[in-house]
């Protein structure tokens, strides 16, 4: 009888234990197979400085000076693009006047930034005006960046007015104002709209969390590096974050723009890639979007390479969402244009290299001459002196340098030899005449200094 009862109790403990051990089993299956897609986040511009409320589509007004104003605005262009604080108004301080001073010029537009207002004004090239009502600096002072081209092929250029609302540890957004001119001449600046371009991207992106770890997905497919769930800051939601860092970029008269998504808004762990999203502007304001792609965080890729750099390195990242990897640019000190700066410095010559199965691997080298800088355009590199002009660009496999666009005169033959004058497409030259030439020339000609 005893043993009976000795033998209860064991069988009652064995299937207690057994139960035990089978619901360990199976929480422990449950929790390794979990996941759970974050909560998405793409609410910029809102509650920020530049519009509480609905954000416009079009941001501009007529704007006729008067006799007085016009003198003022004839001033400041004459002394060209200023280096100054907006807190330093230069004599206006405490007069409660309106001033102005250009803070970016192209061939067809001067733009002023109007004090005391801290607003924009465009001039165009037939002298007329239009009032931008849009904060002309971010919280730290920086103007807005200025790119000229035909984005719909009309025959006239458009600017786009770049921006930034914030920028910061973590933090970098731009914005974009398009100024378009239409048949009547008549310039109207649009608002290119977040709410519209994020939802978008937002469409296709996704964060999932799967074995303590969190990934991103685009259109289904797992891009850049996991990021540990245990690394994600407790007192903030993780999610995926689409608006910490937005740039906007304008290449073969494409805007692209490109965000480097976030799993939480503090800790700022990524999984170091760029989402670009490929904008072209039909005109009037309307624009269509493209095919999405991914593309390495240029700053991730080389970090190990650019801490190895000696003070007489210096390099900038080039990353044009075409190519399948960004490029390095460096240039040494020896090449600098302007011996005496330290900072923001213009070089003649710099090397185009890339990250190949973890090897640095050269491309080639672009040169200037004639103390000219390289310079940065919509369609690419451009180096040029007294008699030729190259526009240089990366195959998208990013396997060779080439030149994509170039002009030669009657005076050298570095491409071939020849002559006349020549332009330089896909490899091959055609014989053009001389304001061909110079028409071309004029094009490329005012390309932003890349500074190293």
Not at 254 to 268: E, K, Q, R, T
Not at 418 to 443: Q, S
């Amino acid at each position: 009888m005893k043993l009976s009862y000795l033998r209860l109790i064991f069988i009652c403990f064995s299937v207690i234990f057994s139960l035990l051990f089978l619901s360990t089993v199976n929480m422990i299956s449950y929790a390794a197979g979990s996941s759970k897609t974050f909560t998405k986040h793409y609410d910029t511009y809102k509650d920020w400085w530049i519009y509480d409320g609905k954000i416009p589509d079009i941001v501009s007004k007529d704007f006729k000076p008067d006799s007085k104003t016009q003198k003022l605005l004839d001033e400041a262009e004459k002394k060209g693009i200023v280096d100054f604080a907006p807190e330093d108004t230069s004599g206006y301080e405490g007069k409660g006047e309106v001033y102005y001073k250009v803070v970016a010029q192209t061939p067809s537009f001067t733009l002023f930034f109007v004090g005391e207002t801290c607003r924009m004004l465009l001039k165009t090239e037939d002298s007329s005006y239009v009032y931008i009502d849009v904060p002309a600096v971010s919280l730290r002072g920086i103007f807005p960046e200025c790119t000229e081209y035909d984005l719909d092929s009309d025959g006239d250029p458009e600017l786009v007015i770049k921006p930034q609302i914030l920028h910061g540890t973590g933090y970098y957004e731009e914005f974009v104002l398009i100024a378009d001119i239409d048949k009547k001449s008549k310039c109207t600046v649009y608002f290119l709209n977040p709410e519209d371009y994020l939802s978008e991207v937002a469409e296709h992106v996704e964060a999932k969390e799967s074995n303590g770890n969190v990934s991103l997905y685009v259109d289904g497919i797992k891009e850049g590096t996991e990021v540990a769930s245990s690394d994600l800051r407790d007192d903030f939601e993780p999610g995926l974050y689409l608006e910490n860092i937005i740039y906007f970029r304008v290449y073969d008269g494409i805007i692209w723009i490109g965000i480097n998504p976030m799993f939480d808004a503090a800790s700022l762990n990524s999984p170091d890639v760029m989402v670009w999203y490929p904008v072209t502007y039909e005109g009037d304001g309307d624009y269509t979007g493209g095919e999405i792609v991914c593309r390495p965080f240029g700053y991730d890729v080389y970090q190990k390479v650019t801490e190895s750099f000696t003070e007489d390195d210096m390099y900038t990242i080039w990353d044009n969402p075409i190519f399948q990897k960004p490029l390095l640019l460096t240039a040494d000190k020896k090449d600098s244009i302007d011996k005496s700066k330290t900072y923001e410095i213009q070089v003649s010559a710099c090397k185009v290299s890339m990250m190949k199965n973890g090897k640095f691997t050269e491309l080639g080298t672009i040169e200037s001459a004639d103390k000219n800088p390289v310079s940065m355009s919509p369609d690419g590199i451009v180096a040029k002196g007294k008699h030729f002009l190259y526009v240089y660009e990366a195959t998208p496999d990013c396997r060779e340098l080439v030149i994509k666009d170039g002009v030669e005169d009657n005076t050298i033959s570095n491409f071939s030899n020849h002559k006349g004058y020549i332009r330089i497409r896909n490899g091959k030259a055609e014989n053009i005449t001389k304001n061909e030439y110079e028409a071309i020339y004029k094009t490329y000609e005012n390309a932003v200094p890349i500074e190293f």
